[in-house]
């Protein structure tokens, strides 16, 4: 019996080692079946997770950066702006200026609200400026600090000292305040002249306060010699216009910071954005360091500035005046009318004259005579040389009178058959005009003087010569122009009209001297007569 069932289980054990033995055979052929469909199929022979693990340990290596040689020029051109802008930004500061505003008393307001207090406002400016010697002079605009009773200048390197002014040019928008500091980086001051449209630049200073200070943009000089309306501190017909403009970014705030070419010296003090909203809009505007240099010089040394003058209002010449007087080209400036005890009128000069040079320089442009006549010392005699009608080329000696307060020192001015009408108007189609003469009761309708004369221009034909050139009644902003001589002639009627525009200068060109009440003045325009 015991026999029988040992011999059963040792049977029963081969049995079940053989089904484990087919069993393993099977695993191992699947096995071998499944590696040899992966060949087949080319899958992956690593799980998603060691994929994951790999692909996480790759992100973490540094990868290095191809060496690109076309590139190599741009970080050159990197690393020189770097170096520029750490050599230069330690010059720049921050300015805050305040101003309290007085509040007004009501009379009686205690007496209902005893704990009513008015308290004065406190007006807080922000700009900027910049270094221009290590014993804490400092350069900035005179609309950042105008009217300002606290003035505190903050350095590079933290440091914030109370300023004191030194002087104020309003008619450059120049300002010199001085620090008690030590260790100060003056920058290095440029050449504006040699300045080239097309440079590259920096604006370096502190747009919109106090988040952004020091803040650096670049971009190229735009333009140079603009002229700009409606600045902040500046009389017109005497302020210096000759801005260098550029595209770098410039913001409120950036108003009296450095504008620097790329050997890090200042070309420019930045001064102001044409924009429609007050912030930047492609167009920021500069001083030329030139300029600001004669102003600077004068009030360290004595407080204020004194300028030279001639006495006489001017505008850049027009293709039509250079062809009126012969010249070969465009330039030179046209002498609109004079200013009272004008030295320049005592010595001959005529109004319509065009100043072409003066001494041994070549007249280009109105901000350009105004800095050479400007700057000059009052009594000093200078040689001016004028062109006039007819190619005629006259120089006259004329003896500088000091700029006050009234006169100006050469200051920019802002400035076919003909039919009958029904209500006495004339239309003089070789102007493209409608005129009418200004009687006695008309000038006091017009709130003019009563002793005015001339033609009265009631209207302006688009398609004519006079088209922006004259403005008629009915112009709101720069109306009514008023003609009152023709090639020197006095005119009062269309009659005396018709009959002066008969003796046209060159080239159809006729000379008009026009009175505009509400633009300051008298001018004088050129303008190309239509064939009649």
Known sequence: MHLRNRKLEDG??????????????????????????????????????????????????????????EARSLGEISNAFAALVAQVRPSVVFIKSQRTERARRVPGMEQFFPRFRQRPEVEQGRGSGFIVSRDGYILTNNHVIEG????????????????????????????VLKIDADHLQPAALGNSDEVRVGEWVLAIGNPLGDALTFTVTSGIVSAKGRRLQGLPSRDLRRSIHDFIQTDAAINPGNSGGPLVNTRGEVIGINSAIASETGFYSGYGFAIPINLVTAVMNQLIATGKVSRAQLGIHIEDATANDAAYVGLDSVYGVIIQNFAENSPAKRAGLQEGDVIIRVDDRVVTHTAQLQQLIGFRRPGETVKVTVARKGGLRKTYEVRLAELTEEPELAAADTGGGDDDTADGRASIKALGVDVQALTPQLAEELQLEADTRG???????????????LFPLDDRQNGPDIIQAVEGKPVRTEGDLRAALKEAGPNGIVSLRVFNPRLGGSRIERLRLESR
């Not at 393993?24 to 080319?42: E, H, N, S």
């Open 12 to 69: 029963s054990m081969s049995a079940r080692t053989m089904n484990w033995i087919k069993f393993g055979g099977l695993v191992a052929l699947a096995f071998a079946l499944g590696l040899m469909f992966a060949g087949l199929l080319d899958l992956p022979h690593r799980s998603s997770a060691q994929e994951r693990g790999n692909l996480r340990t790759a992100a973490l290596a540094p990868v290095q950066a191809p060496d690109i040689p």
């Open 455 to 469: 033609l009265l221009v009631t209207e302006v034909d688009p398609t004519g010569p006079a088209w922006e050139q």
């Open 148 to 175: 300002a009773e606290q003035i505190t200048v903050g350095l590079f390197d933290k440091r914030e000292f109370r300023a004191r002014v030194v002087g104020t040019d309003p008619l450059t928008d120049v300002a």
